[in-house]
């Protein structure tokens, strides 16, 4: 096994008002931001894969005792400082998509209150002081990935799943819906873009992260995105997540007139009552999941509209106190498996519509709807669900993912309309067009 050392110094705070955003300057940078703070990182000091139905629960344990063999040097304590690792887990036991865990070589933190470097290695010689550290982060930003404008020679195609076959699927779970045994199936399907110059990854997750500053910008290991959706947040020993469930596209909208942006969306969205059935079945999911590893928890009885650019949703913020088992409380990659997959991303109840994706959907999902993020050595960190986003599969191949909830009241034309409107921030930030 691997033996880490690690030591992290304190950078006070960012001077610019883009934050963490100004080291986003390489491709192969791992990142996850939100409102100009999270960590970027770069490098590769150790690495841990995993597949099948015990990939979470092998990752785990394998950073259990990871971190507990490590060597760190940490005068802060705050979630996110000293050793972390990136990670990002396939949506089924059943994919063929490798889960797995990355510890970087130097991250770059920022929270609210500070900012950190940590400099992490595996050579059990190296010199690890505050000068090491600042001499690694220079060295990878001496070199930055160049950027380029939209080509016109790109193009955007159908996946694994035409337009087709995702409306055919949609009105066969329908069916199924309507004939008992499950009350929400979420459908996705996939588009490939072809790019006549290589990917400029970073690029495109700074518009991303600029322009979904609400969201939480991801990359792992060529899985690119800008989610909504936080699938569990362990600070601490409090859990927090986000569950999102009813959507509304933005660019296409039907205003009585005079009527406002945020009165319409409490109109049609809020006030749907297809929209709600959906909802509720989402927060019970995760609630009911998270429930036993808690010992208060509280979330709003009714869920908010959250704005993005290019859709409106129904959101739920659930907090919750976690509850001691056997002298600890669980880490956010214990949590992460316990809570995945919700019925946001897979349907309810979650056997059934598990073994229905695999029949209806007929692709493989990979990483996408798995859970994307970062954890450290006491366990803390944010798990989002790997939504509106993509993985690079070669530096000029990409292929996007989205996906919708179906409920007995769905139509396979709104569901596929809504799905484009899920692809838009990719495709957008790739600099496409539909
Ligand atoms: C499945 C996706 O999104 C999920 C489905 C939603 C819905 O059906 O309303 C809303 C947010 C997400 O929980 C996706 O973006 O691919």
Avoid at 129 to 140: F, M, N
Avoid at 244 to 257: C, F, S, V, Y
Avoid at 343 to 360: F, H, K, N, Q, Y
Avoid at 383 to 399: C, F, M
Wanted: proline letters at 5%; aromatic letters at 6%; charged letters at 25%.
């Amino acid at each position: 096994m691997t033996s880490l050392r690690s030591v992290t110094v304190d950078l006070g705070g960012l001077s610019s008002s883009t934050g963490i955003l100004d080291y986003l300057v390489r491709d192969d940078a791992h990142c996850w931001i939100r409102h100009g703070a999270g960590l970027v990182a770069f490098g590769e000091a150790a690495r841990f894969t995993s597949s099948g139905p015990d990939r979470f629960s092998d990752a785990a344990e394998w950073w259990r005792r990871t971190a507990r063999a490590a060597e760190v040097d940490n005068p802060l304590s705050a979630p996110g400082t000293g050793l972390v690792a990136f990670g990002s887990f396939a949506f089924s036991k059943t994919s063929a998509y490798e889960s797995r865990l990355i510890v970087p070589r130097i991250v770059v933190g920022a929270d609210e209150s500070g900012a950190w470097l940590t400099l992490i290695s595996d050579d059990g010689g190296a010199e690890l002081t505050a000068d090491a550290a600042r001499a690694e982060l220079a060295g990878w930003l001496e070199e930055v990935s160049p950027e380029h404008g939209p080509d016109g020679a790109d193009t955007l195609h159908p996946g694994q799943v035409s337009e087709e076959a995702y409306m055919a699927a949609v009105a066969a779970g329908v069916e199924r819906i309507a004939g008992g045994g499950l009350t929400k199936l979420v459908l996705a399907r996939d588009l490939v873009a072809d790019l006549s110059s290589p990917i400029a990854t970073a690029q495109v997750l700074r518009e991303l992260a600029a322009r979904y500053h609400d969201c939480w910008t991801y990359s792992v290991d060529g899985l690119i995105g800008s989610t909504p959706e936080m699938l569990i947040k362990v600070e601490d020993n409090v859990a927090r997540a986000r569950v999102l469930a009813g959507t509304l596209d933005r660019a296409n909208t039907h205003k009585i007139e005079g009527e406002s942006d945020a009165a319409y969306a409490e109109r049609v969205l809020a006030g749907s009552e297809k929209q709600q059935h959906e909802h509720e079945i989402a927060i019970d999911s995760l609630t009911r999941k998270l429930q036993p590893y808690t010992s208060a928890m509280t979330s709003h009885s009714e869920p908010f509209v959250l704005e993005l650019p290019n859709v409106w949703h129904l959101a739920s913020d659930v907090s919750a106190d976690l509850a001691l088992d056997g002298g600890r409380t669980p880490s956010s990659l214990e949590l992460a498996e316990a809570v995945h997959p919700t019925a946001a991303v897979c349907g309810s109840p979650t056997e059934a519509a598990g073994d229905l994706i695999r029949e209806l959907e007929q692709m493989d999902r990979g990483p996408y709807a798995g859970p994307v993020g970062w954890t450290d050595g006491a366990g803390n960190g944010e798990w989002g669900i790997a939504l509106r986003g993509a993985v690079v599969e070669t530096p000029t191949r990409v292929r996007l993912y989205a996906g919708c909830g179906i409920v007995e009241a769905s139509t396979p034309e709104a569901e596929l309309a809504e799905t484009w409107a899920k692809f838009r921030p990719m495709i957008e930030s790739l600099g496409l067009r539909r």
